[in-house]
């Protein structure tokens, strides 16, 4: 167990929905990240939060957003979906701004679109 | 971040030790070496990392060459959990540079009893 949690564990939504993922970091971890995982593209970075703020930016479609609350739990809300989303979403978690710090990686959300 | 370059797959052996390689022959002299594994149906986990010196751990060791363009892991006696996608990662040191990872497609590994 990372201590890092992730809800729910599996999404099955129709095409054109929006969804929302929610990430409860480690205890004491400032940042949190947020990975898509599929078949043909692997693991990829979408994007970082440290206390609140966006730190960076990765391969994150303009229909996904994200935020992270004050009490440091992060949401990725993903919108209009389409078949293509449907993959793993997991989020990490570190102490720092993750120079570096070790990653504590979730168990991940299912996205299943139809 | 430099890119790393891993074999696609390797088998093992149960209690066997095994070693990972990785090569990364672009890599910087602020660039730190992580390793992580995903075990099936799991999110991916830290196994070490390290800048110039070997690295030792609970789980694993970390082996630099001394031109840095490549390491290796070892996992001392491998078992059945063992069995996972092992991927080798550089991070900037950089102060101001992302914390983000880049994953390749990273070797997995097979642990036969």
């Known amino acids: 167990d990372s201590g890092v949690t992730q809800t729910p564990k599996h999404l099955i939504t129709a095409t054109g929905q929006r969804v929302t993922l929610r990430c409860s970091p480690r205890s004491g971890d400032l940042s949190v990240y947020w990975y898509q995982q599929s078949l043909d593209q692997g693991l990829q970075f979408l994007i970082q939060?440290?206390?609140?703020?966006?730190?960076a930016k990765g391969n994150i479609l303009e229909r996904f957003s994200a935020q992270q609350f004050p009490d440091l739990h992060s949401e990725l809300n993903l919108s209009s979906l389409e078949l293509g989303d449907s993959a793993l979403y997991f989020c990490?978690?570190?102490?720092?701004?993750?120079?570096?710090?070790?990653?504590?990686f979730g168990p991940g959300t299912r996205l299943t679109v139809l | 971040d430099a890119k790393t370059t891993q074999p696609n797959s390797m088998e093992s052996n149960e209690e066997e030790p095994v070693h990972l390689p990785c090569n990364h022959s672009?890599?910087?002299?602020?660039?730190?070496i992580h390793w992580y594994r995903q075990l099936p149906s799991q999110g991916p986990e830290y196994v070490i990392h390290g800048l110039t010196s070997n690295v030792n751990n609970r789980m694993a060791s970390l082996a630099i060459a001394e031109d840095r363009k490549s390491s290796t892991l070892i996992l001392h006696r491998a078992t059945l959990r063992d069995a996972a996608v092992y991927y080798c990662?550089?991070?900037?040191?950089?102060?101001?540079?992302?914390?983000?990872?880049?994953f390749g497609k990273g070797t997995k590994l097979s642990v036969k009893p």
């Open positions: 939060y440290y206390n609140g703020e966006e730190r």
């Open positions: 990662i550089l991070k900037s040191g950089y102060g101001g540079s992302q914390g983000n990872l880049i």
């Open positions: 672009t890599i910087s002299g602020t660039d730190y």
């Open positions: 990490a978690s570190s102490v720092g701004r993750g120079t570096y710090n070790e990653q504590f």
